[in-house]
C-alpha cells in the first residue's frame, strides 16, 4: 500500500463523482473527456494553482498546509471520514516511508476483560480496527457464533464477510451494505497505518481470494468505525436488530470496544434476553472457543 498511489487514486476517484453542476461550475462543450471535474476545475474550487494541483494528484501532499488540505477537502465535497482519510494520508507522505512492520501482540489487559463480562444483559467485543476479534462476553460469543466459527485465531470479522459469503449473507441481513462497510473501513485503518504488515497481509488476503472485496477495495470508499444499526439472522432467536456503539478505548490505541443492544420492550429485546437463557446453559467456556495456538488476544 504505496502512499503515493493511495493518494492518486484517492483524489482521482473523488474528484470524478462530482459534476460541474455540483460544484456550481458551468460545463462548456457537450463532450467532456474525463468523467467529474478536470483537474483545473479542482484548483479553482481549492484555490490553488493547477500546477499545484496536479502535484498533489500524483501523490505529493507532503508540503500541503492544513488550510490547504481543508480548501481541498472543501473543494471535493469529502465527507467527515474522507477527510480524516486526506489528512491521514497527507500525513504519512510526510514521515520516511518504510518496510512493513509487524506490530506487538496486543494482550488484553484482564481488567478490560471483567469490563466485559460485567456487561452481562448486552454483547459486547473489544476488536481492532482491522476486525479482529481479541476478546468478548458470554453473551457476544452466543451472538456471533457464526463469525467465531472459524478455527483461526484471532477470528476475523472482515474474513466471515468476504471469504464465506454463504454463512455471511444468511447472518447479516444487510449484507450488501456490510460487504461496502467493511472494505472502507479497513480502507480507512490504511491510511492510517500503511505500513502495518498484519493488515497488508489481510488486505492481501482478500484481494486473492475475493472479486467481490477486490471490487469493494477499487471504490477507494472510506468509513469511520462509528454507532450504527446491525440487523442479523441468528441460528437460534432469529432475528435481532441491534443497536451498536463502537467507542475508541484511550487507554488502549488501536482498540475499538463494540457494545450490541435494543430498546426494552422490543422483540429483539426479548430475543437477546432468550440468546442470554440459551448461552448460559448451552455454550462452551471461552477458553474451549479459543484456538490451542495461543493466539487468541493477538
Given amino acids: 500500500m504505496d502512499p503515493r498511489t493511495e493518494i492518486r487514486e484517492f483524489l482521482s476517484s473523488r474528484r470524478a463523482r462530482i459534476a460541474p453542476a455540483q460544484a456550481g461550475l458551468p460545463a462548456y462543450g457537450g463532450n467532456r473527456r474525463v468523467k467529474g471535474l478536470r483537474r483545473e476545475e479542482v484548483a479553482l474550487l481549492a484555490g490553488v494553482s493547477v500546477d499545484y494541483y496536479v502535484r498533489m494528484e500524483r501523490g505529493s501532499l507532503a508540503g500541503a498546509s492544513d488550510g490547504v488540505l481543508d480548501a481541498l477537502a472543501s473543494a471535493l465535497r469529502l465527507d467527515e471520514a474522507e477527510r480524516h482519510h486526506l489528512f491521514h494520508l497527507a500525513r504519512q507522505s510526510r514521515v520516511p516511508g518504510g518496510p512493513p512492520r509487524r506490530r506487538p501482540a496486543v494482550m488484553v489487559r484482564s481488567t478490560l476483560q471483567q469490563v466485559l463480562d460485567a456487561v452481562s444483559d448486552a454483547p459486547a467485543w473489544v476488536s481492532t480496527g482491522r476486525y479482529d476479534v481479541l476478546a468478548t462476553n458470554n453473551l457476544a460469543r452466543a451472538l456471533f457464533s457464526p463469525v467465531l466459527a472459524d478455527p483461526r485465531r484471532p477470528a476475523n470479522t472482515a474474513r466471515f464477510v468476504y471469504l464465506n459469503p454463504e454463512a455471511a449473507r444468511d447472518f447479516f441481513v444487510d449484507y450488501d451494505q456490510i460487504v461496502g462497510d467493511v472494505a472502507a473501513k479497513l480502507r480507512m485503518e490504511a491510511g492510517r497505518d500503511p505500513h ?47 443497536d451498536v456503539e463502537s467507542l475508541e478505548l484511550p487507554a488502549e490505541p488501536g482498540l475499538l470496544l463494540n457494545v450490541y443492544t435494543a430498546p426494552a420492550g422490543t422483540p429483539t429485546a426479548d430475543n437477546l434476553a432468550l440468546l442470554a437463557s440459551w448461552a448460559a446453559t448451552h455454550q462452551a467456556p471461552a477458553t474451549e472457543l479459543e484456538a490451542d495456538d495461543g493466539q487468541s488476544n493477538r
Fill in 196 to 242: 502495518d504488515e498484519e493488515l497488508i497481509a489481510l488486505v492481501g488476503e482478500l484481494s486473492t481470494r475475493s472479486e467481490l472485496f477486490r471490487q469493494r477495495w477499487a471504490s477507494q470508499d472510506v468509513r469511520l468505525h462509528r454507532s450504527g444499526r446491525k440487523r442479523v439472522r441468528h441460528p437460534i432467536v432469529g432475528r435481532l436488530d441491534l
